[in-house]
């Protein structure tokens, strides 16, 4: 099990050295003049010039300039904002909290009724199986954006139910505003995971091991919770975990369109203002969030399949 | 037949196959007395292991089956609740491939005491006891740190002989073997046999022996029945089925088997292939492939008839009584 | 010995029925796999005709009519700068399917050849480029268009290539699996020891047995494509207004909606959702025949 989780972590290094690295490089190949941006358009005198180039270290080479960066992300620092002249970091602090608050709000829906839907398809067949085919196949098909401006269209516009726009403030006040954006986030993901939830559940149903159970008069419900439910938690919990990890790219559109100011929007805002330190930063933070979760996600089905982390051995 | 612990009378299968219904066991009749064990021998498609989940009332959904099963003389279809939990202790099922037969991500502890923790009230540490000193009448040593290890770490022989132990933990009166030793080598078969027979004869348990081997049986069993195509077509005590059989198939198995005494140009097959009871020609269902064919034989079906201690399904069993022994190629 | 009655079903062979077994090509799909061919056979006639199709100038504005609800002549009113809704429905058909169409092809050229490659070589080629993959996989599509978005000015074009680029490690780890089973099996060997050449082998025997399985990924891929364009047009990223664009129409006409007019973003939206769907059912299907051909 040891061996397991230390391979695990190093790929998991290796693979966010290697994401920073590409993201820098990136950003390094962007047009435009740092110096012009700073300068606003002023002309400047050589020693501006010079000693400008000197504060940012624009005359480095690429790799001393990676490493700085990277070693400035190690402790939170991601630079300054070339447009709002504030540190990267303390703009992302500021905003990462609803982010997490919309991510956090719609895997919980994602998670009560895709998982439902998918037992309820995978135990009964009949009627209730093609309503959770039907509406899964619905649902998977109405991107997080549509889904958005029709929840906003009905619930907010129409029956103002709900607000539009924004965050709130306290708690109720917050989920009232963050409920419509997690149900247009949740939307289409519920439909994955129902789908293999009910894939899971039909495959364990049939297999010997339970007609084993079944054969030895242990009550139905008995063997669903140990021996079906239990083994199809492994994919479930896979799925569930990838979708998650998802999620907070997944928000940026949502946040544009409820104009909550999270961490996505304000990535997309300062794409299109060309504002590369936050670019970097955010982008960043957002494959690393991805990497972990995954991880978090092959360690999850380490502990619940044990021929995983104890290997293939016979007696 | 009022001693025997378990019998069937006219079973008749149905499964949904391609959408329709298809008949897959006919008539099936037989019993086994307390103590007694019975061999089923049969090819693919037979109806053998079918005939065994008949018993155990694990036919797959949407079967459908007339005749009835008595176990203790009640009928097994009728039990409910109470009676139904202690039908399933009473009777104890061995699968044939272990692997897929036990839970992957349990225990083998678990695996072996859930049915006493769950059906019986018996507490863990109880349940384990029993599991460690069952382990050890089957060969295995360390049962307790055996207990803490999960299937994929024991290989098949270990896995079925856990089987068996599990199968045994709630002192059935009846166990169904179904092909037991198929899946694993020719050395572990043996092994795994001479276990199950052993502890059969100590507990003076009854055994239904499935098994495509009419050798096997034969070792192991007392009576020997052979099922062909769904349906019964001989039943009788071991040795006088494999010395001197009734039925032309059962010659044709006997035969078949190649033996390394005496010279042999060709391995003695029986013609054709076997059939499911839904591919069966009109009349008796071996008639496409028999040697011994007349009209009479694919004009009618032959009913189970009981001749020399036993019971065969042939129309011309009487007349051939005696001169199948040396297998197929007899005229 | 009595004859016994005999049980209908236990004799003879049931007599062939004849029955219309589909379109070639769509054969195993059934009646939901043909009828999303169907909607998508449309949908590709509208994206080639689009222009011609439109009634009006899917462009020429006209801010008196901006909003004005559906009228003889215009099924689906007006959007937010008085342009016929209709008529920029279906000149959006274009970018809409045909980024997710290249997004699609570039994906699974890469993608395949990279799995077979590595399937087909294995050892260090393909730990190295399987490594490389999952860094890739690291990068949601949206985070990865994002960044190419900065680097180049946002089109359709960057926002395609992106796309590409993200999703190249899935299709290529899941054909990868495919080859991998198909590389083990005897007639991969037979034709090694016959002396082909590797590419040969790859190309006309491995190659062909995956037409299926890309096929079937590809219109699961199709997808997600569409529906990630979609989003990034949204945001602005990728087609930008005022090109008629679905994805675009649905951000447009967000001020519509806030308004009360959501028949903009509406309109558009249920087109993207009526092809995906569309898309979705069809790869299903065919991701189902190709796995009973080859077990």
């Known amino acids: 099990m040891l061996k397991f989780v230390v391979r695990r972590l190093m790929m998991l290094v290796v693979t966010l050295f290697v994401a920073s690295f590409a993201i820098y490089s990136a950003m390094y190949l962007a047009p435009g003049n740092p110096i012009a941006a700073l300068l606003g358009g002023r002309t400047p005198t050589p020693e501006a010039i010079a000693v400008l180039e000197e504060r940012y270290h624009l005359n480095d080479p690429f790799i001393v300039r990676y490493l700085r960066w990277v070693g400035g992300a190690l402790h939170g620092d991601f630079g300054v904002s070339i447009q709002l002249r504030q540190e990267v970091s303390t703009l992302i602090s500021q905003r990462i909290g609803t982010t997490v608050q919309l991510v956090l709000y719609a895997s919980l829906i994602i998670i009560v009724v895709g998982v439902a839907l998918g037992i309820l398809g995978g135990l009964r067949k009949g009627l209730v199986d093609n309503v959770v085919i039907v509406a899964t196949t619905f649902s998977a098909a109405v991107p997080s954006f549509v889904a958005s401006i029709i929840l906003l269209s009905v619930f907010a516009v129409n029956l103002g139910w709900f607000p539009a726009l924004g965050t709130g403030d306290g708690f109720v006040d917050q989920v009232k505003h963050l409920t419509l954006p997690a149900v247009a986030l949740a939307f289409s993901s519920i439909a994955l995971v129902a789908r293999i939830t009910r894939s899971a559940v039909r495959e364990e149903l049939s297999r010997e091991h339970v007609q084993t159970a079944v054969s030895r008069g242990i009550p139905y419900r008995t063997v669903v919770r140990r021996h079906v439910m239990r083994n199809a938690a492994i994919p479930i919990t896979t799925v569930v975990g990838i979708t998650v990890a998802s999620l907070f790219a997944a928000s940026a559109v949502v946040e544009r369109a409820f104009s909550l100011n999270g961490i996505g929007a304000y990535l997309i805002q300062a794409a299109l203002s060309k504002d590369i330190a936050v670019v970097q930063g955010i982008s960043l933070v957002i494959v690393a969030i991805f990497v972990v979760v995954n991880a978090i996600v092959d360690f999850l089905y380490a502990v619940l399949d044990p021929r995983v982390s104890l290997g293939q051995a016979a007696a | ?331 | 010995m009595s004859a016994i009655e005999l049980d209908p079903g236990v004799v003879g062979p049931v007599p062939a029925t004849r029955k219309w077994r589909g379109v070639p090509g769509l054969r195993g799909t059934g009646v939901a796999g043909h009828l999303s061919a169907l909607v998508l056979a449309i949908a590709g006639f509208v994206a080639v005709f689009g222009n011609m199709l439109a009634p009006h100038d899917p462009d020429l504005t006209n801010l008196s009519y901006a909003f004005v609800g559906p009228q003889p002549g215009h099924p689906l009113g007006f959007d937010s700068q008085g342009r016929d809704l209709f008529s920029r429905i279906l000149a959006g058909a274009r970018s809409s399917l045909l980024g997710p169409t290249a997004v699609v092809v570039l994906a699974m050229l890469v993608g395949t050849f990279l799995a077979v490659a590595t399937a087909w070589k294995g050892g260090r080629f393909d730990r190295w480029v399987s490594a490389g993959l999952d860094v890739l996989f690291a990068f949601p599509a949206i985070v990865l268009a994002i960044i190419v978005s900065v680097i180049v000015q946002p089109s359709l074009l960057s926002a395609t290539i992106a796309l590409s680029i993200a999703y190249t490690p899935y299709i290529a780890r899941v054909l990868r699996s495919a080859a991998l089973r198909e590389r083990a099996r005897d007639y991969i060997a037979a034709l090694e020891v016959q002396g082909l050449r590797a590419w040969i082998i790859c190309v006309r025997h491995l190659g062909r047995n995956l037409v299926p399985l890309i096929v079937a990924q590809g219109a699961v891929l199709f997808g997600y494509a569409m529906v990630d364009l979609a989003a990034i047009s949204f945001l602005g990223l990728g087609v930008r207004p005022p090109q008629a664009d679905w994805g675009v129409m649905v951000s447009t006409g967000q001020s519509g909606v806030l308004q009360g007019y959501p028949l903009e973003s509406l309109s558009a939206g249920v087109c993207i959702i009526a092809v995906v769907i569309a898309v979705n059912i069809l790869g299903e299907r065919l991701t189902e025949r190709a796995n009973s051909v080859s077990r």
Do not use: W
């Open chain 2, 1 to 331: 037949m009022s001693d025997a612990l378990l019998e069937l009378r006219q079973v008749t299968v149905r499964l949904p196959i391609s959408g329709e219904q298809r008949t897959v066991l006919h008539d099936v009749s037989f019993h086994i007395r307390p103590g007694e064990a019975l061999g089923l021998v049969g090819e693919s498609g037979s109806g053998k292991s079918m005939t065994a989940r008949a018993v155990a009332r694990l036919l797959p959904p949407g079967a459908d089956s007339t005749g009835t099963v008595y176990f203790a003389g009640n009928d097994v279809a009728a039990l409910k609740g109470a009676a139904m939990r202690s039908f399933r202790a009473e009777v104890a099922m061995v699968f044939q491939d272990p692997r897929a037969h036990i839970n992957p991500v349990r225990t083998i502890g678990d695996f072996m005491t859930e049915a006493l923790r769950t059906n019986h009230d018996v507490s863990r540490s109880d349940a384990a006891k029993r599991a460690v000193s069952l382990l050890a009448e089957v060969g295995i040593a360390d049962g307790q740190r055996r207990l803490e290890q999960y299937p994929h770490e024991l290989s098949g022989g270990l896995l079925q002989r856990v089987m068996i132990a599990s199968a045994l933990l709630t002192e059935p009166k009846l166990l169904l073997a179904d092909e037991p030793t198929t899946a694993l080598d020719v050395t572990t078969q043996s092994d795994v046999m001479a276990i199950l027979d052993e502890l059969r004869r100590e507990r003076g348990m009854s055994l239904l022996f499935i098994t495509h081997d009419l050798e096997l049986a034969g070792a192991v069993c007392d009576r020997t029945a052979v099922m062909y195509a769904g349906q019964l077509v001989e039943e009788r005590t071991s040795s006088a089925l494999h010395d001197d059989p009734l039925h032309p198939y059962t010659a044709g198995l006997v035969g078949a088997r190649p033996r390394i005494d005496g010279d042999v140009v060709r391995l003695a097959a029986i013609p054709g292939r076997p059939r499911s009871a839904f591919e069966a020609p009109a009349g008796c269902a071996f008639s496409d492939r028999c040697v011994h064919v007349v009209d009479e034989c694919r004009a009618s079906r032959p009913s189970l008839e009981p001749l020399d201690g036993g019971s065969v399904r042939c129309h011309r069993a009487v007349e051939l009584r005696g001169t199948l022994q040396e297998g197929v190629a007899h005229g």
